[in-house]
């Protein structure tokens, strides 16, 4: 009974290719989010969306394209992929994008990009 | 613009002992204030929050943090330390109206000494 989770775990691939990472939230939120978590720990945000609608979009490469097929979903497909985009990347939930919500977040996927 | 500022890299603690992890955030406008914690190789998880009222916050696992407006901090502390609060902590910002993001800072690690 995961609250949010995320697959895969890992994802190690070729420099060049196209990968999809998918998130799915039980928790009948409103609200998803894309982090990127860095070599350093620092952890930033890339997208968020609100009842399938995109409500923040950070400058990130157009590469990166996130799709929410329905409230509980948000998927992140990487093209092209770089070296540079090796990252633990994290999804997250929140009930609504208001200030005071925390966010819930799954366990991660770790891309490594050869 | 808002940011956070997490100045120690790594705090070390004798277990039993007190423990603070410091956090100042700058912010245009009132700031919701959050601490999270990461484990090795897991997401974020939710300790505690300051949205209004009394400065003093109370939060998961005997964790706690003051807001000091004067000094825009939210410190982190628990009375004693336990060895398996060594984690990864993060500060958060993020201010009301609209669609805001949450800006994290760059994390400290608490190292708890048996």
């Known amino acids: 009974d995961t609250a949010v989770s995320q697959t895969p775990k890992y994802l190690v691939t070729q420099m060049g290719n196209d990968k999809s990472i998918k998130c799915e939230q039980n928790?009948?939120?409103?609200?998803m989010y894309w982090y990127k978590q860095d070599s350093k720990k620092f952890l930033k945000i890339m997208f968020s969306y609100n009842n399938k609608e995109l409500i923040i979009n950070e400058t990130v490469p157009n590469r990166f394209s996130p799709k929410s097929p329905d409230k509980a979903h948000l998927n992140l497909h990487i093209n092209s992929l770089e070296l540079g985009d090796s990252a633990v990347y994290f999804c997250?939930?929140?009930?609504?994008?208001?200030?005071?919500?925390?966010?819930?977040f799954g366990s991660g996927t770790q891309l490594s990009v050869l | 613009a808002q940011s956070v500022a997490q100045p120690e890299d790594q705090v070390n603690v004798a277990e039993g002992n007190p423990l603070t992890v410091k956090c100042t955030y700058s912010?245009?406008?009132?700031?919701?204030l959050f601490w999270y914690v990461q484990y090795p190789n897991r997401g974020l998880q939710f300790l505690l929050k300051y949205i209004t009222g009394d400065n003093l916050v109370k939060g998961s696992y005997g964790f706690e943090a003051e807001f000091n407006k004067s000094q825009t901090s939210f410190h982190l502390k628990k009375p004693s330390a336990l060895v398996s609060d060594s984690a990864l902590y993060f500060c958060?910002?993020?201010?009301?109206?609209?669609?805001?993001?949450?800006?994290f800072g760059t994390g400290t690690k608490l190292q708890v000494i048996p």
């Open positions: 912010v245009s406008g009132n700031p919701y």
């Open positions: 997250a939930s929140s009930p609504y994008p208001a200030a005071n919500e925390k966010l819930f």
């Open positions: 958060a910002v993020r201010v009301g109206g609209g669609y805001q993001k949450v800006t």
């Open positions: 928790l009948g939120h409103d609200t």
